[in-house]
């Protein structure tokens, strides 16, 4: 009772502000105590209203402190019995914590949690664990509220034990009862054996994070380089098309000089003509003034006398006529420029198109997940169609889909585009972006995706022996994918169809053998530099293959 005393004493002697034993002590008029220094800077704080930070009474005025005597002495009494300031509020349990299951009064948070005791402790009252040989092998673990979760409800016991064939954990007596015959091991060896699972998950989880943290790494710099890329071509652009303004303005200066100078010389020659004309019509002015005074004289022997050494009319050096046309000078010049335009215009507005289309095309390759479903690759699905002028003149092509291997050769017209090696044959349509499409087979038959430039004769134009050209090579036997030469042997089980899936852009493709359920066979992942056409190579006669219609 004594110690409880004195623990009384400690909480009502310590500042609820800095949560030690009271310094200076004040009595505001509420009858809470402070530490002086706390209760000025707490008020120091608030502008106006002056409260209790414990009651929140408002006082006003503000209050003057004077210290309490009586508290300070008593402090000072405590201080000399060596008695230490009570625990700091957040020392003691609140309702989100676990309070230790022996304090008495207002009770500690606790710091352990005993497995075997079922009891949670503070510092003060975990310490026998700590010390006593007793407890040295009883199981210390971080507070919990859950200890009576390990009681089994039935018998009353902790639960060491699990059931794996039932999955829960059970106690000693629960495995030679309610569990006897069930595989049952100790919760331990359980837990080390789940533990390792779970080290595997967390492994798998973090090399995942790694991965995850590497993939939004690119992703920054790829926004970055997109940045980067926008600016320098909004840049360039902006350079290009200034260059192309400049070019028609210099254009438009050469047209005005040239139809300046036109005008010079043209107004330069009619003005001369005008000219000669004046000058002509003055000449003939004085004539036609001679020749009437001439005609007025009176004397007929004079008259006569003076005609014949009239000089005779000087024949005009310009027609008789001059031919203006009407008004139509220039405005040819004006039709060809508005000619320029309206090409320009159009010019643009193809190329527009092209440009437009071609910024719009820029995007990020982001991963995208390959179908899972068969459902899921019909979405992709592209009709093929062999071409003829491809084919080697053994095979026979019908419906423009099926192709056979037949003993004579075909009336095939030359075709530079024609195998002659070997028995191939190429799609018509060329494969980009996302497609998918299947190929029945029989007996022995290469499915392929080539480039269109691959060789049409020699050893390096059969599918599969070059860089230009992947292929799975099916037969009834086996199955092997083959490039540039390389074999990668296939030991999943295959069928008489084969699915073949394209990401041009990703660079992924995928052949799958089709029947109730879709089995991947090979996966490549590379850079595709051109369009990819289909093809097949057929290996002896009557062998034959058909590009399926997929709907």
């Known amino acids: ?8 004493h400690q909480e009502r002697l310590c500042c609820s502000i800095c949560q030690d034993l009271l310094k200076d002590p004040v009595t505001i008029p509420c009858g809470h105590n402070y530490c002086m220094k706390c209760i000025q800077g707490f008020w120091d704080e608030e502008e106006k209203i002056h409260s209790c930070p414990q009651c929140r009474k408002n006082f006003m005025p503000r209050p003057v402190l004077v210290k309490n005597t009586m508290l300070a002495d008593l ?3 405590l201080k000399k019995t060596g008695v230490q300031a009570a625990p700091a509020d957040h020392c003691y349990a609140g309702p989100e914590d676990v309070s230790c299951d ?20 503070c510092e003060k009252h975990l310490q026998p664990h700590l010390d006593e040989a007793a407890f040295k092998k009883h199981k210390l673990v971080e ?6 979760e390990n009681i089994c409800s039935i018998h009353d016991e902790v639960m060491k034990m699990f059931c794996r064939t039932d999955q829960k954990c059970i106690c000693y007596l629960c495995s030679v009862d309610e569990h006897r015959g069930h595989n049952t091991v100790s919760a331990a060896a359980e837990r080390t054996e789940r533990q390792r699972d779970l080290e595997e998950s967390q492994q798998q989880i973090q090399q995942r994070i790694q991965d ?30 200034t260059q192309m303004i400049r070019l028609i303005q210099k254009r438009s200066c050469d047209v005005k000089k040239q139809i300046r100078s036109q005008r010079q010389t043209e107004v330069s020659r009619v003005k001369d003509l005008q000219e000669e004309l004046e000058q002509e019509i003055t000449e003939l002015k004085r004539r036609d003034a001679e020749l009437k005074q001439l005609s007025l004289t009176e004397d007929h022997s004079q008259f006569l006398l003076n005609y014949p050494s009239l000089p005779p009319l000087s024949e005009s050096t310009h027609s008789s006529s001059i031919n203006v046309r009407p008004l139509r000078y220039f405005e040819e010049v004006t039709a060809a420029v508005s000619k320029l335009r309206d090409k320009l215009q159009e010019l643009l507005r193809e190329e527009w198109t092209n440009i437009s289309a071609t910024v719009t095309h820029v995007d990020v390759l982001l991963p995208e997940p390959e179908p899972k479903s068969r459902d899921g690759f019909l979405k992709y699905s592209r009709q093929i169609s062999l071409d003829p002028n491809t ?5 026979l092509l019908s419906e423009n889909r099926k192709v056979m291997f037949m003993e004579r050769p075909q009336s095939y017209s030359d075709h530079p585009d024609r195998f002659t090696q070997y028995y191939q044959v190429l799609s018509r349509e060329s494969l980009t972006g996302r497609c998918y499409f299947e190929v029945e087979w029989r007996e022995k038959v290469d499915v392929a995706v080539t480039y269109k430039n691959i060789s049409r004769s020699g050893n390096e134009s059969g599918f599969g022996f070059n860089n230009q050209s992947w292929v799975l090579s099916c037969s009834t036997n086996s199955l092997a994918c083959f490039h540039n030469s390389i074999q990668t042997p296939i030991s999943a089980p295959g069928s008489s169809r084969v699915g073949v899936y394209l990401d041009h852009r990703a660079g ?22 051109q369009p990819l056409h289909a093809g097949v190579w057929l290996y002896k006669t009557g062998v034959s293959a058909e590009f399926c219609t997929l709907k």
């Open 212 to 241: 995850r943290e590497k993939e939004v790494k690119l992703l920054q710099q790829e926004v970055e380089a997109i940045n980067h890329s926008a600016d320098q071509t909004v840049k360039d652009s902006e350079k290009i098309f």
């Open 391 to 395: 084919a080697h003149r053994q095979l």
């Open 1 to 8: 009772m004594a110690q409880s005393g004195v623990d009384l």
């Open 102 to 121: 022996f304090c008495s009064g207002r009770k500690l948070k606790a710091i352990k949690s005993c497995l075997i005791c079922l009891a949670s402790y």
């Open 143 to 148: 507070p919990s509220k859950n200890l009576q």
């Open 508 to 529: 992924v493709l995928s052949f799958y053998s089709v029947s109730e359920s879709m089995t991947l066979l090979h996966r490549v992942q590379t850079t595709f530099t």
């Open 75 to 77: 402090i000072e009494e």
